[in-house]
């Protein structure tokens, strides 16, 4: 009986041990991808949504890059022509610029939209998927609700 009690605690430890590994492998690859610099710029808009981004220049864009659940995030300008994106370049660390050339899928860098101050996604030939973000046109944090007072025995 005791070599039976012995081996159902070997099996039950290892037993959590392997499932408590494979939560920890979860769990750390899920933060990773929802923790991207993406990720946490998206989240701010929804939240609180974006003013419309009309014609121009923008000088403090965002330029996503995402790549199998992780992303680089780029300072840049963007140019906005009919409110769709035109061109845009990544700042470099000398301040100045450089266009942003990939080759593009189907031209999915055509006629992208800008969504809630975002832009559509755009897709390169090696799948990167790159977006124009507007953080100038976060709408205000909106102010959280005032909690009521407790009651007292006055």
Excluded at 20 to 44: G, M, P, R, V
């Amino acid at each position: 009986m005791n070599k039976n009690l012995l081996f159902l605690l070997i099996f039950c430890q290892s037993f959590s041990l392997t499932f408590s590994q494979e939560a920890i492998t979860t769990e750390s690859s899920k933060s990773k991808d929802e923790l991207n610099c993406y990720n946490k710029w998206a989240n701010k808009f929804e939240e609180r949504g974006a003013e419309d981004v009309k014609d121009g220049v923008y000088t403090d864009v965002i330029i996503s890059v995402r790549y199998k659940g992780s992303a680089t995030c780029y300072s840049g300008k963007v140019e906005v022509i009919d409110g769709k994106i035109n061109k845009f370049y990544i700042l470099l660390e000398d301040g100045t610029y450089e266009e942003f050339k990939k080759s593009w899928k189907n031209n999915s860098n055509k006629d992208r939209k800008i969504i809630n101050g975002i832009s559509e996604t755009m897709i390169t030939i090696h799948n990167e998927l790159v977006n124009v973000l507007f953080p100038s046109k976060l709408k205000p944090k909106k102010p959280k609700p005032k909690l009521a007072p407790e009651p007292t025995d006055d």
